[in-house]
C-alpha cells in the first residue's frame, strides 16, 4: 500500500499537476493540505475521472484538507480537531481506509513569532497531541499526514541560524512534536533515512529550489502497528519543478501486507 501527503496550494489552480501526479505515481490514499476552496468547488468530478474516492473539509480562500482513497470512498470518521468548538479553521480530517485510520492534518504556520498567530499554532498543538494520545489508545492501525509546518532537528532546514525565530522551527514547536513523537508514533521519514537530509518544501523565491534550500515540514507519523509494516518512504521532489506546481512535493511511504510480506 502506498499513502501519500500533499500539500497542493490551491487544488482547483493547481488540479493539472495533481492529476498528472496521481496518474504517474499511483498512490492507494492521499492526504491533501490547502485546498484554498469552499467545500463546493472541491473537483470531486475530476478526481473520480482519475479513479479516485475522497472527502473533503474545505474552506474559502485558504486552509483545507481531503483525503483521497484509489477505487473506493474513504470512510469519513472526524472533520476537524476536538478541543475548541469555536476554531472554524478546516484544518483536520480522517477517514478509514483499508483497516487504516487516516487522519490528515494541516497545522498553522504561527508567524509572525511572537504573536497571537504563533499562540494559536500552540495551542492547535496541544490539542492535536491530546487527540493523538486517544488514538493511540484505540489501539488500532493509525497514520497521521500532512503539513505539520515544523522541522523538527536542524538536519531538517537548510540552514538552522537563519530560521531560529521563525514559528516553524522555535523550540516550542520542536518540543510540541517532541513530545507528540514521544507518545509512541514513529517518524516515518526520519526512520528511514536516518540523518540524510531530505526537504519536502521550497520557497518559490530567491532561487530556493535549485539551490535545494529546503526544509522538511511535511511528515508522516505511524502507530506501532502501522510502523510495524513500514517498507520505504521518499519524497518525489521532481514534482516541484514542474510548471505552476505546488511550493511542496508530495511524500510517501510504502506498507507491507499484515502479515509482513
Known amino acids: 500500500m502506498k499513502i501519500a501527503t500533499y500539500n497542493i496550494n490551491g487544488i482547483n489552480g493547481r488540479l493539472p499537476v495533481l492529476l498528472r501526479w496521481l496518474g504517474e505515481a499511483s498512490p492507494d490514499i492521499v492526504c491533501l493540505q490547502e485546498l484554498k476552496a469552499p467545500d463546493e468547488k472541491f473537483p470531486v468530478k475530476a478526481l473520480e475521472s482519475v479513479g479516485y474516492g475522497a472527502v473533503w473539509h474545505g474552506q474559502r480562500s485558504w486552509n483545507g484538507v481531503a483525503i483521497l482513497a484509489k477505487g473506493a470512498t474513504p470512510i469519513l470518521t472526524r472533520r476537524g480537531l476536538p478541543g475548541d468548538p469555536d476554531d472554524t479553521h478546516s484544518r483536520y480530517i480522517e477517514a478509514a481506509i483499508e483497516g487504516i485510520l487516516v487522519g490528515?492534518?494541516?497545522?498553522?504556520?504561527?508567524?509572525?513569532?511572537?504573536?497571537?498567530?504563533?499562540?494559536?499554532?500552540?495551542?492547535?498543538?496541544?490539542?492535536?497531541?491530546?487527540?493523538?494520545?486517544e488514538l493511540l489508545d484505540l489501539g488500532v492501525p493509525i497514520v497521521l499526514a500532512g503539513?505539520?509546518?515544523?522541522?523538527?532537528?536542524?538536519?531538517?532546514?537548510?540552514?538552522?541560524?537563519?530560521?531560529?525565530?521563525?514559528?516553524?522551527?522555535?523550540?516550542?514547536?520542536?518540543?510540541?512534536?517532541?513530545?507528540?513523537?514521544?507518545?509512541?508514533w514513529t517518524d516515518a521519514l526520519r526512520s528511514l533515512k536516518g540523518d540524510k537530509r531530505v526537504y519536502t518544501f521550497w520557497k518559490y523565491f530567491r532561487n530556493a529550489f535549485a539551490r535545494d534550500a529546503g526544509l522538511r515540514i511535511d511528515h508522516?507519523?505511524?502507530?506501532p502497528t502501522v510502523a510495524e509494516r513500514l517498507k520505504a518512504a521518499g519524497v518525489d521532489k521532481d514534482v516541484r519543478?514542474?510548471?505552476?506546481?505546488?511550493?511542496?512535493?508530495?511524500?510517501?511511504?510504502?506498507?507491507g501486507d499484515v502479515d509482513g510480506s
Request: with cysteine.
Open 241 to 255: 519543478a514542474w510548471e505552476h506546481t505546488s511550493d511542496h512535493a508530495p511524500v510517501w511511504i510504502e506498507l
Open 220 to 223: 508522516f507519523l505511524l502507530s
Open 104 to 133: 490528515c492534518l494541516y497545522l498553522p504556520n504561527g508567524n509572525p513569532w511572537p504573536g497571537p498567530k504563533f499562540e494559536y499554532k500552540l495551542s492547535w498543538f496541544r490539542r492535536l497531541n491530546a487527540y493523538a494520545g
Open 147 to 184: 503539513d505539520y509546518n515544523v522541522m523538527p532537528t536542524d538536519i531538517d532546514v537548510y540552514d538552522p541560524k537563519r530560521w531560529r525565530d521563525d514559528a516553524l522551527f522555535r523550540i516550542e514547536v520542536r518540543k510540541a512534536y517532541r513530545g507528540l513523537v514521544d507518545q509512541g
